[in-house]
């Protein structure tokens, strides 16, 4: 091996920019999330109109429409097999669909507040929601029974997400606080984030489970080796004060973070390098949830009230 | 598990009693390779398989044709088939995904303990040990047996046992033989009646060692640690005893055929003994030098650190850990009676406890939480640190601070994808998919409580004492099956489907009283409990209400903690 010269990593192809390929306008009030399915076949979305679509991926035509609850949708989340959607909503309640059938199979009950987010555990078994009411509960999929209820912040918690193995799970809270508990105690492990302002809108962790991803309101995104305890990474230029805007990590095609902003812009930034790499435009309001497809270099983005529109965006090949 | 905050120290040994799981009268337990699933044997011929996450039931093994009770229960490597022994002599292999029988044999005798070769996917070979005569190796394909020799004296194999080995309650001895794989499947301990641990290859299923173990005493369990490099016995003078294991864990049966072979000088016994002092050797022992009790279902832990064992004394439900080195560490103590099995989790601090009644209890550690998780810049530490303040620390000198920013390389590579090996599980053949977990499907909710009622309580009226109906309502959703339960127990179990989190209850701390009162729980008609809470829903008109009743009684268990 050469000597000193070989620190330098191979220069990275020229970035190439994503582009809008479709528009789908089938909400009738702001749309909340959107998330590819794990297989990447289909696309679920959620909206204050009090459903949830499930889309073709491949071709963006509506599949079915999932009617059920009786307040607007906040959060969605697949199941490991894409079989299962679960939605989050401010009825209170949380609602588990069979995607291909477009059934509601089974209905949590429990919170006492909006519920804000959802997630499944790898493994498909479990789901945890945050909820408005300060708690975190993990429930049991098989019988919709409540397996803990965590006293897990001061003010409502914006975002939950289990790592890949499916032993902690990350919470983030309008309290500031970001902590991580683990998933079979329910018992608080590690705070990494406990400044009273700013408030973290979103957390997530990466796909190898070793980092998160925090976003806080005040225009911040910013990955964390949580632990350490320290973040690695800041990406700013977007603006992100008022609404909890989801990010992703976006691996298909090199490495980058993506996430929606209050000004109307999708943005991308280069996960190495922190510098912004394209800003999408062509959403009319906040873009409030951004997913990216599993193996294709595609994106999705949703925008609120002024919007309801869900983008498709794709990489020129 | 490789999460770095999770505190190493877990490897520590449980405590409390977590929780406990019902369903129907479970007679022995085995955990997976991962710990994912706990599999469990009934008295009805059933195996039960919980998802050890959820302390749920993810499936059911029920074979119309076989209702003896289960002896044994063993995983394969993979996690893909399950190995059940009863007591009418059948030796029955499940395919766990689709939960189909594969094949069945019955034998001579019925198996105590029945092992599958533990180093294939699709395993067709075990080793069977039965109730009164030697180890056995069956292939469950072909049905074929091979009986392993139990004893290597020329002079009266298992004829007239000396009397020390009689068992203490004067009854006439049989000669119950234990065995097990070694970790590679490719040898065979067995542990005879006449305290010899014969090692015998596996291929040609003949004896290359022999290791005495000191007091001569019956030796009626010898268990491998879970990375093959210790062996314990438990024998009739009530010690356990932990060896050594010093063949290589790869290829140790060519290892053992190498030194066998170099033995040329010695003959016969002398040959055997000197060969096994070269694989086995003796490190502790482990008894109870007061109250003189037997030893039953001895383990070791996941990691091998800790040793268990059971007392095999009626009516109590003690369990013992010791460290390898030796020491007690702690006895548990259950509800008042016996215990039947015994499992260490192969991962967590968890040790899982079957009771004479059917109960099975998961014992963990009493978790505290430790206060330095609720801040990010504490720092727990074990005892006062001097701390000499700076010269300059209480002077006003804001530049201190900017000098901390800059600590953080930002430039540096930061990979989110690569995910690292798990240590504990290095010996995964990755080319075979594991089972780690079945998939989780929901149950539907019920959208009419009311017309349920009256057409299931007519159905269950009827078949009021046939096991099956009943089991298969209560099955879905693991709640207790009790056969001879009257009616207006059967209609609350179907009512309660909802309200099924009453019955797996989950308690931290439990008091000696809150164990007593589990242990009555236990013996008593299960309906107090139940009908309390069923008795809520059977007033309500509509599924919200239903709903509503189980978020009232879990949220009132949230608050105990």
Redesign the interface.
Known sequence: MASGGGNQ?PPSPPYRPYRLVRTLTAHTRAVSCVKFSNDGSLLASSSLDKTLIVWCSQTLNPLSRLIGHSEGVSDLAWSS?SH?ICSASDDR?LR?WDARTGDC???L??HSGFVFCVNFNP????IVSGSFDETIRVW??????????IQAHSEPVTSVHF??????IVSGSHDGNC??W?????????????DKVPAVSFAKF??????ILVATLDDTLK?WN??A??????YTGHVNRVYCITST?S?TNG?YIVSGSEDKCVYLWD??G?NMVQKLEGHTDTVISVTCHPTENKIASAGLDKDRTIKIWVQDT | MNVPIIDPLQGDFPEVIEEYLEHGIMKCIAFNRRGTLLAAGCSDGSCVIWDFETRGIAKELRDNDCVAPITSVCWSKYGHHILVSATDKSLTLWDVVNGEKITRTTLQQTTLHARLHPNSSTPSVCLACPLSSAPIIVNLNTGSTTVLPVSVSEAGAGTVLPSRNKFSDGSPPFTPTAACFSKNGDLIYVGNSKGEILIIDYKNIQVHGMVPVSGAAVIKNIVFSRNGRYLLTNSNDRTIRVYENLLPLKDGARALSELYSTMDELQGVDKLKAVGSKCLVFFREFQDSVTRIHWKAPCFSGDGEWVVGASASKGEHKIYIWDRAGHLVKILDGPKEALTDLAWHPVHPIVVSVSFSGVVYIWAKDYTENWSAFAPDFKELEENEEYVEREDEFDLMPETEKVKESDINEDEEVDIMTVEKDSSFSDSDISVEELCFLPAIPCPDVPEQQDKYIGSSSKLVDSNHSGSPLSEEGAQNGQVTNPASSPVEAIDNSIAEDTGAARLKRKRKPSEKGLELQAEKGKKPKPLGKVKSSGKSSKSKNKSAVGQDNGVSVSANGATD
């Open positions: 990593p097999d299962y309640t588990i199979v089974k209905t009950r429990g493994q498909s078994n479990l049991d999929v098989k019988t919709g029974r409540c397996v803990h209820v790592n890949r193995d499916g032993s902690i902590k991580i683990d998933a079979d105690t329910g018992t608080c492990l590690k705070t990494l984030i406990d990466s796909p190898n489970g070793k980092f990955l949580y632990s305890g320290r973040f690695l990474k800041i990590f691996v490495k996960l190495q922190k």
